[in-house]
């Protein structure tokens, strides 16, 4: 039987882009997709089929903070909040006289997708873009205890309690567990990442679905053109989300001048290439390309760490250096470093130091084995079609 599902994402392409593909399966197993979605994301979602329904939200357009300090991590919870209650306020008004059967959440949209579920009495599907969470691991538990200490008593915190509880009571949900309501598992939880990378992944059950990274054909459609002259390449990326300016390409560009490498940078939307400068003949800047379709001719990639862009390059079978800028990311690469699959270096690395770490990495076979054997992994893990499936079997 052909249902109506309802997915809530939070608007950050880190988030968002990974569970299209499961939108687009969906769609093409002839259910309805009706999709509540920042108004600058509503094309990305419209052209898997799905209805999209676009809502006023300022966190897409929000700079990223340069720092990720105790004061940062503790707005955290706060900022999703508030998106979730955008959301949750476009969804509720839209989907009144057409309620879904089922609701599929990102799991920092608990404000949406899990109370509109408990509201409305419908099964709900969480799914996480990142390592997922249990009583054994999770990332909110490990950044503040061993990276980056947040008070608890922080204003901020108490706000986020205070404003949660007046939703709850606004919608009729006065009695609900705070407590029980935020750290709730779903019966269904889809993980978009395979359990070999999953921290702890032999402690999560089999209400964790590990479907690996949901990645479509159009993942590699683009303009851009692979250099044909032999030459090694290395894409090099902070994604679109890190707090950065030109200086970081600028030294990646002087490095590898003369180097008998090609060099793709993508800039992310933040840095106007024409800042970078001048670059040398076998460097080219872009705002964006699709990373899977320069991913399948790289040798190396030099990554933030975002989980998104690290199971784009297993998929192709690409090592990493990892330049973390926030906490998580920070755990990615250290993750993705015991794995063998990357290396890590600091932000303020010179650009020699990453140009030597690009070239070690790319000359070690012990490595290029390793990321051969997770390549197999992450292509074997299901993907859009496993989550598909979840998705259905939970209706």
């Not at 299209?20 to 997709?33: D, I, K, S, T």
């Not at 509720?92 to 920092?108: N, S, W």
């Not at 099964?123 to 999770?138: D, I, K």
């Not at 061993?146 to 919608?171: C, K, N, S, W, Y």
């Amino acid at each position: 039987m052909k249902r109506h599902i309802a997915f809530f994402n939070v608007p950050g392409l880190g988030h968002l882009t990974p569970t299209l593909p499961v939108v687009a399966e969906l769609v093409r197993r002839g259910h309805r997709v009706s999709h509540p979605v920042a108004r600058q994301y509503a094309d990305l979602v419209a052209r898997t089929g799905a209805r999209a329904v676009p809502y006023a939200s300022p966190l897409p357009d929000e700079a990223p903070a340069p720092v990720v300090d105790g004061d940062v991590l503790a707005g955290v919870p706060l900022k999703y909040l508030r998106e979730g209650m955008l959301a949750l306020e476009c969804g509720e008004r839209a989907l009144a006289a057409d309620r879904p059967d089922l609701i599929v959440y990102d799991t920092t949209m608990f404000a949406a997708g899990r109370l509109l579920a408990r509201k409305w009495g419908l099964p709900a599907v969480r799914t996480f873009p990142t390592l997922a969470a249990n009583e054994h691991f999770s990332l909110d538990r490990l950044v503040p205890e061993e990276l980056v200490p947040v008070d608890p008593r922080h204003p901020a915190l108490a706000e986020f309690f205070t404003t949660l509880v007046g939703l709850f009571a606004r919608h009729g949900m006065a009695s609900v567990d705070v407590g029980r309501f935020l750290t709730e598992t779903e019966e269904t939880n889809i993980v978009l990442l395979p359990r070999e990378i999953q921290i702890k992944g032999e402690t999560f059950d089999d209400r964790f679905v590990f479907t690996g990274p949901c990645i479509s054909a159009r993942s590699f459609e683009t303009e851009w053109e692979a250099p044909d002259d032999g030459k090694p390449l290395v894409l090099i990326s902070l994604g679109t989300s890190a707090h950065t300016g030109p200086e970081f390409f600028r030294r990646c560009a002087r490095a590898f001048a003369g180097v008998p490498w090609n060099v793709v940078m993508t800039l992310g939307g933040r840095v106007d290439p024409v800042s970078v400068g001048p670059l040398p003949p076998n460097v080219t800047a872009h705002p964006w390309v699709p990373h899977p379709a320069v991913l399948r001719h790289a040798s190396a990639f030099v990554t933030q760490g975002g989980m998104g862009s690290a199971m784009e390059a297993l998929y192709c079978g690409t090592p990493m250096v990892v330049v973390a800028s926030t906490p998580e990311q920070e755990v990615n690469a250290r993750r993705l470093a015991e794995l063998g699959v990357a290396r890590r270096q600091e932000s303020a690395a010179t650009g020699e130091a990453l140009r030597d770490a690009v070239l070690a990495l790319a000359a070690d076979p012990a490595t290029a084995a390793r990321v051969r054997r997770m390549s197999d992994v992450v292509r074997g893990a299901g993907g859009a079609a496993r989550a598909a499936d979840a998705v259905e079997a939970r209706l």
